[in-house]
């Protein structure tokens, strides 16, 4: 079967090409559109050379070129590459030359930087840029990306693709270099493209089965974080292989992702964790949208706070709202239908993936109630992109089975559901005791004048480190330390209470909404905590008193 990225959305355009596909301002493309230009655009890297194998580097916010750019990749046996548009000069240098790219396609409005990096990576042979509505100076030799297709074949004249050809994500590097996870397309088709049903688990029968699904009716799908990450990406393939029309904004505008469900009618919509299901909520109380098209709100990647869920509940009575999780390196993991009342069990509960298990310290998988990591076994990645150690270290065998585990820990329950608690690099360990930040986080964000919340551990010459938190209140509000104390110990227990609070006017997030803990861990090693409670004797400690 042709399982991959580039077939399985010919397939969608094959049955119903004059359908809208994806939408992004004022612009809109059918399928058959967005299929010729994708082949134009891969007639014209396969004539300046690039081929299967090779990696083409896409540095773009949400945007229509950006879905061809990928597509085009693919369409070739090519690689593409995603370049978070973030990136500063190091970070970018770092990305271009460890990816190995051949080609980029970039925005006119990263120029300046695309400048300053390629002398330094002489690899990269062609550059393709598009206009944005900036005017920066593309002082290098580049290709205008209308006049590149302009001048190619419209052709779908490729040659026989594979399952096994290659897809990387490289990782938001939120605590160090980003890494390449490297995937065979079938195995990350099957894990975030729809390939195995997400609720039932039962692997789709054939290449069509998608596409067949879609032809009488495809959804209206808006995908809110940007494709730069891996929840994204999916999230707009998945809907392409379904015959759905996908919306994009450029940029994240709580408003304008409002508009654009009032004025396309959205009925599916994909967020990432409370970084942008807060602001939106609110914006929807505010505004006056008509959001009555709605009929799901798909949440992952990140922590969706019970606070949160609850407002949504209440907002969207007859919406179904999700909550999944996984991992660039294990793909979907599990997923959870939020439902108002649900117990607080330290993160999301969900059903999980029939391929995924928690696995206990001795290696073995984990009792009900205890603590372990989650691991994926099945369609697993074939590792990190020039990492041998990382790469050994990502694996795990259990009973003859190959498992991957990225150090994300869970806890099985009595009902057979897994509690995510968190990302192990991230876990704070004081006096012995483990906290897990996302569970603090969204303890904090329940409080009423809280907006957002980091959680993170410091040093600490009795405790080895102490829960500290940077914490942006709500406009206009403050939050007394006391209250906020009162309220958190209320939840949690007391070793899990932040001692070390620094109050900010923003707190720092990626694009994709996740925590940017570098931001948070610089911040807190340059200002002194506008709070902080001396350790005691007991794990309690002793009370601040003030306004945060």
Known sequence: MALNIADLVEHVVDLVPERAAVICGQRTVTYAELDERANRLANHLAAQGVGPGDHVGVHSRNSIEMVESMLAAYKLRAV??????????PELRYVFDNSDLVALIHERRYAPLVADVLPEVPALRHVIYTEDG??????????????????????????????????????????????????????VWRVLGGGIDFLTGVPVEDE???????????????????????????????????????????????????????????????????????????????GDYDASSLAAISSSAALFSKAVKEE????????????????????????????????????????????????????????????????????????????????????????????????????????GTVTLLGRGNMCVNTAGEKVFPEEVEG???????????????????????????????????????????????????????PRSIWLVDEISRLPSGKPDYRWAQQLVAEQAPTVEVQTTAGLGGSHAHGTV
């Not at 405790?463 to 403050?478: F, I, Y």
Request: charged content about 20%; glycine content about 10%; proline content about 7%.
């Open 443 to 497: 303890v904090l964000k329940s409080h009423p004048d809280v907006f957002d919340a980091l959680v993170l551990g410091v040093p600490d010459d009795r405790l080895g480190q102490r829960v500290a938190a940077v914490v942006q209140a709500r406009p206009g509000r403050t939050v007394s330390y006391d209250e906020l104390d009162s309220h958190v110990r209320q939840q949690i227990a007391g070793y899990k209470v």
């Open 312 to 415: 949504y509940i209440a907002a969207f009575p007859n919406v179904v709202i999700t909550d999944a999780i996984g991992a660039s390196e294990t793909g979907f993991t599990g997923i959870g239908v939020v439902q108002s009342g649900a117990p607080q069990s330290g993160g999301p509960r969900v059903k999980a993936d029939p391929d995924s298990i928690v696995l206990g310290d001795d290696g073995k998988p984990a009792p009900v109630g205890v603590i372990g990591k989650l691991a994926r076994g099945g369609h697993v990645p074939l590792g990190y992109y020039k990492d041998e150690a990382k790469t050994a270290a990502l694996f795990a065998e259990v009973d003859g089975k190959r498992y991957a585990v990225p150090g994300d820990f869970a806890r099985l329950e009595e009902d």
């Open 134 to 187: 900036t005017n920066e100076n593309v002082s290098y030799p580049a290709v205008e990306y209308e006049a590149a297709l302009a001048a190619a074949s419209p052709a779908r004249d490729f040659p026989e693709r594979s399952p096994d050809d290659i897809y990387i994500l490289y990782t938001g590097g939120t605590t160090g270099h980003p890494k390449g996870v490297l995937w065979r397309q079938e195995d």
């Open 80 to 89: 593409a590459i995603n370049i978070n548009y973030r990136y500063t000069r």
């Open 208 to 286: 069509w089965q998608q596409a067949r699904q879609g032809q009488a009716y495809g959804l209206v799908r808006l995908c809110a974080p940007p494709m730069i990450h891996g929840a994204a990406q999916w999230g707009v393939f998945g809907a392409l292989f379904t015959g759905s029309t996908v919306v994009l904004l450029p940029r994240f505008e709580a408003d304008e992702i409002w508009q654009a469900v009032q004025q396309h009618k959205v009925q599916v919509m994909m967020i990432v964790g409370d970084a942008m299901a807060r602001p939106l909520i609110e914006s929807y109380r505010d």
